[in-house]
C-alpha cells in the first residue's frame, strides 16, 4: 500500500500539481494581507473536478508554500507574510538591514525545509498507530470527540471563550438548514427550494476566508504606497556545515514545540513561531543579541512554523480533528471528494493516505528548491499594487462559487457569507469556530441519533463507555479551565488621555 500510494503521486500530472500548488502557495503566503488559509480556500473549487489524490495534493502544496512564503516578505519588508512569520521579522530585518539578505533568507528556507520534514517524519509514524487506537470508536465516540473538538477550537480561537461558542454555534445553526439526516425533514428552509439541499460547503469556505479578506483590505479608503524592499543581495547564500551542526539543538527543540503546538488543535504556526523563538533565547547562550539579527532566530521560527504543518495534520487524518484554520480548509477538501478523515481513513483510503505523504514531501523539496531558485520573480510580486490585486481575487472567488454548481444562487451565498466573515472579525469574533460547528455540526447529530438509537433513547452509553465517557469529561475540564481563566483574566483599566495645554 505504501509503494502503491507513492506510485500514485509518481506522475506528471501530480507532479505539475504539487509544484504549481507550492509556488502558488509562495506568492500568496509572501504577499502581506494574504493568507495561506485565504489560498487554499480559494483554490478548494479547482480541486473539485479533479480525482482525490490530485486535488489533496495541490491543497498541501498550497499549505506547505504558503506557510514558508511569509518568510520572504519577513525579512525583506519587515512585514510578516502570513501570521507563522512574526518571529521572523525579529531577526531577518535587521540582518537584511545590514546587507545580509541572502544568508537570512538561506537560513530561513533551510530551516522550513528541515522543520517541515522533521514533522512528516513524526505524521508518518504517529498517525498509523494512533488511527489503530481509534479504530474502536463506535456513534457514542465520534459524538464525543467531534463535540470535544468543536469546544476546544471554539474556546482557543479568539482568547474567548463566550466568543467562539457563539460562533459555533452559529455555524450549528447554518449546518441544520435543509433535509435532516436521517429523517429527510426539511429544516429553516422557508418553502424555499434552493435551501432544500442545504448551504452548499465551498461558497460558505470562499466567503468567510477569501471575500471577508478582500472586503477587510479593501475597507481602508487610504492610497497604500507600495513596501519599500529592503536592499539586498543573493550572492551571500551560504551557510556553512559547521555553523548548522552549531543550530542542531535549537533547529531540534523548535521543530518539536512546532509539531506539537500544531497537533493541539486551535493553536498553530502563529503560536509555535513565538514559543520557539522564546524558548531560543531564554537557552541561548547571548540572549541580548536576539532582535539584533542573528540566525539562531530565524532557525526557531521557520524550523517551529514549518514543523506545524506536519503536526496539524496528525489529529486531522487520525480523528477528524483540525489542528489549525487551514487545516480546517483541508478537512472541507476531505469531504468534498466525500472522504472523512479519521481511524478508517487509514484502513479503506490506505492509497490515498500514503499519497497524501508523499505529496508533502515532494511539496517540502519544491519548495526550498523554489525558494532558491525563483527569488527575485517572488520578490517582484510584493510590489503588485492591491487595487490590480484585489478585484482579481474577488473574480477567482465568483468564478470558483459559481462553477461549483452553475447556480447565482451559490455566488450570493458566497457574498453572504464574505459579509458575515468581515462582520465577526469587525466584532472580534473568530470565523474558525463557525467553520468547525458547520462542518462538525452534522457529525455531531447523525452520530447522537446513531447511538440514541442503538441505546434505545437511554443517554447514559454516552457517559458509561470509556472512551466516550473519558472524551467528555475532558470537554467539561476545558470549558471549565478556559471560563476560570477567562474570569480571572484582568480586565485592562481605561484612561482618558487629557489634552496638553500650554507651550
Same mark, same amino acid.
Request: no cysteine; charged share 10%.
Given at each position: 500500500m505504501l509503494i502503491d500510494g507513492i506510485l500514485s503521486v509518481l506522475n506528471l500530472q501530480t507532479l505539475l500539481l504539487i509544484t504549481g500548488g507550492t509556488l502558488l502557495g509562495i506568492i500568496i503566503g509572501a504577499i502581506p494581507g494574504l493568507t495561506v488559509t485565504m489560498g487554499v480556500a480559494l483554490f478548494l473549487p479547482v480541486t473539485f473536478v479533479m480525482s482525490p489524490v490530485d486535488g489533496l495534493s495541490l491543497l498541501m502544496g498550497l499549505y506547505i508554500g504558503g506557510t514558508s512564503g511569509g518568510l520572504i516578505s519577513a525579512v525583506l519588508l519587515k512585514i510578516p507574510g502570513t501570521p507563522s512569520s512574526i518571529a521572523t521579522t525579529f531577526d531577518g530585518h535587521p540582518m537584511a538591514a545590514r546587507g545580509e539578505a541572502g544568508k537570512a533568507l538561506s537560513v530561513s528556507i533551510l530551516a522550513s525545509f528541515l522543520g517541515g520534514m522533521f514533522s512528516l517524519g513524526v505524521l508518518f509514524f504517529i498517525a498509523p498507530r494512533l488511527a489503530e487506537v481509534a479504530l474502536q470508536f463506535g456513534p457514542y465516540e465520534y459524538f464525543a470527540i467531534a463535540l470535544f473538538s468543536l469546544t476546544l477550537v471554539a474556546g482557543l480561537s479568539g482568547g474567548s471563550l463566550a466568543r467562539g461558542l457563539g460562533a459555533a454555534a452559529i455555524g450549528l445553526v447554518i449546518a441544520f438548514v435543509g433535509m435532516a439526516p436521517i429523517t429527510a425533514f426539511p429544516r429553516f428552509t422557508f418553502d424555499w427550494a434552493?435551501?432544500? $439541499? $442545504?448551504?452548499?460547503?465551498?461558497?460558505?469556505?470562499?466567503?468567510?476566508?477569501?471575500?471577508?479578506?478582500?472586503?477587510?483590505?479593501?475597507e481602508s479608503r487610504e492610497c497604500a504606497s507600495t513596501p519599500k524592499v529592503a536592499k539586498y543581495s543573493l550572492k551571500d547564500m551560504g551557510f556553512s556545515l559547521s555553523a548548522g551542526l552549531g543550530h542542531f539543538g535549537n533547529w531540534l527543540r523548535s521543530s518539536v514545540i512546532g509539531t506539537v503546538i500544531g497537533i493541539l488543535p486551535g493553536l498553530g504556526g502563529s503560536v509555535s513561531n513565538i514559543l520557539a523563538y522564546g524558548a531560543a533565547k531564554k537557552y541561548s547562550k547571548y540572549p541580548e543579541k536576539f532582535g539584533t539579527g542573528v540566525t539562531d532566530g530565524l532557525v526557531a521560527s521557520e524550523s517551529s512554523?514549518?514543523?506545524? %504543518? +506536519? +503536526?496539524?495534520?496528525?489529529?486531522?487524518? %487520525?480523528? $477528524?480533528?483540525? +489542528?489549525?484554520n487551514t487545516a480546517a480548509i483541508l478537512l472541507a477538501g476531505f469531504m468534498?471528494? $466525500?472522504i472523512t478523515p479519521g481511524p478508517m481513513l487509514f484502513e479503506t483510503q490506505g492509497l490515498l493516505v500514503y499519497g497524501i505523504f508523499t505529496a508533502l514531501v515532494i511539496a517540502n523539496i519544491v519548495m526550498v528548491l523554489g525558494l532558491f531558485t525563483f527569488m527575485r520573480g517572488f520578490v517582484r510580486i510584493l510590489s503588485v499594487p492591491k487595487h490590480i490585486l484585489l478585484p482579481l481575487i474577488m473574480m477567482i472567488c465568483v468564478i470558483g462559487a459559481y462553477g461549483i454548481n452553475n447556480r447565482l444562487f451559490d455566488v450570493g451565498c458566497m457574498l453572504a457569507f464574505g459579509v458575515l466573515g468581515w462582520l465577526m472579525k469587525k466584532a472580534s469574533i473568530p470565523t474558525t469556530p463557525l467553520l468547525l460547528g458547520f462542518i462538525l455540526g452534522p457529525i455531531i447529530e447523525v452520530n447522537l441519533r446513531r447511538g440514541l438509537m442503538s441505546s434505545r433513547g437511554d443517554f447514559m452509553p454516552f457517559i458509561t463507555e470509556p472512551i466516550s465517557g473519558v472524551i467528555l469529561v475532558a470537554t467539561v475540564i476545558v470549558v471549565l479551565v478556559t471560563t476560570y481563566r477567562a474570569l480571572r483574566k484582568p480586565t485592562p483599566l481605561k484612561t482618558l488621555q487629557q489634552p496638553v495645554t500650554g507651550s
Open positions: 434552493e435551501l432544500d $439541499g $442545504g448551504i452548499a460547503l465551498l461558497p460558505a469556505l470562499i466567503g468567510l476566508f477569501a471575500v471577508s479578506q478582500v472586503l477587510e483590505e479593501a512554523n514549518n514543523a506545524s %504543518t +506536519g +503536526g496539524a495534520l496528525v489529529p486531522l487524518m %487520525t480523528l $477528524g480533528i483540525p +489542528g489549525d468534498i471528494h $466525500g
